[in-house]
């Protein structure tokens, strides 16, 4: 009998149904491996994510700590975070200020779930006055990662995402103690006041003694050392306010510089500024017994005129060396500094009048309300001939008189016309020097 060769019909079948069950076997490992392998990789980006928005919120604490500890407006980059939410600045806040990228700031798709962060500051105000508190800043997932079969927390997962974002800093809550957020290592990171289970958190602190170290830009923290700057320069928009010394090897400019009780020392510059105005209130004569000649000081006699240390006294600081006014008939002149010399010219332009006439015009001189003089300024007509008609002419006189006279620093000088004849108009100059 011939013996029969290959597989029967029945071997066949049950090879070709063993193949296609390890064939279904394998696709569906297959597929359940790229399903965790695509969960895993969305729950790292979610933990990446959280990292991101921690080191915006790391700026945004550093750049306002005082601003959210006072519930104030917090401004940067043309963006204005209003003070009702300081504390609670959204990822578009963030992304305004320039803190954040714009897509950080995107929420985080896992299956059939869209899982955003929320942020939220709290001021720690026991044993302290803000805003020299301790600030706390936590970032907060806005729903649980659950697991797309049962529908329960993802706990894996969560660990995952938080290990990313920050293997100290961040934990999640798990379904046995919700209230907390736990880290590696059972490390609490801080309380979960939702109580939802499957959230994740990335928590930071910025206490008042360690943000004392930093130079506050809006002056709530006095420095408790010398501004050294090296080689750079100290650019001030306003006031400058200084209860100690200001020295520079160069230049000092400002539009109001003030050293209360200090100096302002430019070694091999200049002081320059719109106003530099001396405290020191001192009479003119009085002694400057402990300043150096050339210190500025101010007359205390209400004139806000300047004084200067001379010799070893306090004497009116004359600015040009002199001055020169003009006006019709009568003037008042403010000294711009101290002189002793004043020179008054007059020109009196008198009327036509017939016959014989004697035409003048009288000027009294005046320092702080002092009578110091009159000038006067006259001319005689004469009729000519024995008869006929004398018509008369218009004549002018110019009299010039130099007093001798000390003239503070503010003083008041004044000509004022006291009277005359046939006296038409006259021009008045006021010459005051040293």
């Not at 597929?31 to 945004?60: F, H, I, W």
């Not at 930093?214 to 050294?228: A, I, K, S």
């Not at 020169?324 to 020179?343: C, L, P, S």
Request: net charge neutral; hydrophobic share 40%; charged share 15%.
């Amino acid at each position: 009998m011939k013996k029969q060769a290959g597989f029967a019909m029945a071997q066949l079948a049950i090879a070709v149904a063993v193949l296609s069950m390890m064939i279904g076997w394998g696709a569906k490992v297959y597929s359940e491996q790229a399903v965790n392998k695509s969960r895993d990789e969305a729950a790292r980006l979610l933990g990446n994510r959280l990292g991101l928005v921690g080191d915006a919120g790391k700026t945004y604490a550093t750049s306002f700590f005082t601003a959210i500890q006072m519930n104030q407006d917090a401004t940067h980059n043309s963006y204005t975070v209003p003070a009702a939410r300081v504390r609670n600045p959204t990822l578009a806040d963030f992304v305004g200020l320039g803190f954040l990228r714009p897509e950080a700031a995107a929420d985080v798709r896992l299956a059939n779930q869209v899982i955003g962060i929320g942020v939220q500051y709290t001021v720690d105000t026991t044993g302290c006055t803000v805003p020299n508190c301790n600030v706390a800043f936590q970032a907060t997932t806005t729903a649980p990662l659950l697991d797309e079969k049962t529908g329960a927390v993802d706990e894996r997962r969560i660990q995952l995402a938080a290990t990313t974002a920050s293997p100290g800093n961040a934990g999640s809550s798990l379904p046995e103690n919700p209230t907390q957020f736990v880290g590696l290592g059972g490390n609490a990171i801080g309380p979960n006041t939702t109580g939802t289970a499957g959230l994740i958190a990335l928590r930071n602190g910025y206490d008042a003694q360690g943000m004392a170290e930093l130079l506050r830009r809006d002056g709530t923290l006095p420095m408790t050392g010398d501004l050294n700057l090296g080689n750079h320069n100290v650019t001030l928009g306003g006031s400058a306010d200084f209860a100690a010394n200001i020295t520079a090897g160069g230049e000092v400019r400002g539009s109001n510089l003030r050293a209360t009780t200090g100096d302002v020392t430019a070694d091999s510059g200049n002081v320059r500024g719109q106003a530099i105005i001396p405290n020191l209130l001192v009479g003119e004569g009085g002694s400057c017994a402990g300043y150096p000649n050339g210190a500025l000081a101010t007359n205390n006699n209400g004139s806000g005129m300047p004084v200067s240390c001379q010799g070893g006294q306090w004497r009116a600081v004359a600015l040009g060396g002199g001055m020169t006014r003009a006006a019709d008939n009568n003037i008042w002149v403010t000294a711009n500094g101290a002189y002793n010399t004043m020179v008054v010219t007059t020109s009196s332009y008198f009327n036509a009048a017939d016959g014989t006439h004697t035409s003048y015009a009288n000027f009294n001189v005046y320092v702080n309300g002092a009578f110091l003089g009159t000038i006067q300024n006259s001319t005689a007509v004469q009729k000519g001939g024995s008869k006929g008609h004398y018509w008369g002419y218009d004549h002018t006189t110019v009299r010039q008189v130099q007093f001798n006279y000390p003239i503070p620093a503010g003083s008041q000088v004044s000509v004022q016309y006291a009277g005359g004849a046939y006296h038409r108009f006259s021009q008045i100059k006021v010459d005051l020097s040293s």
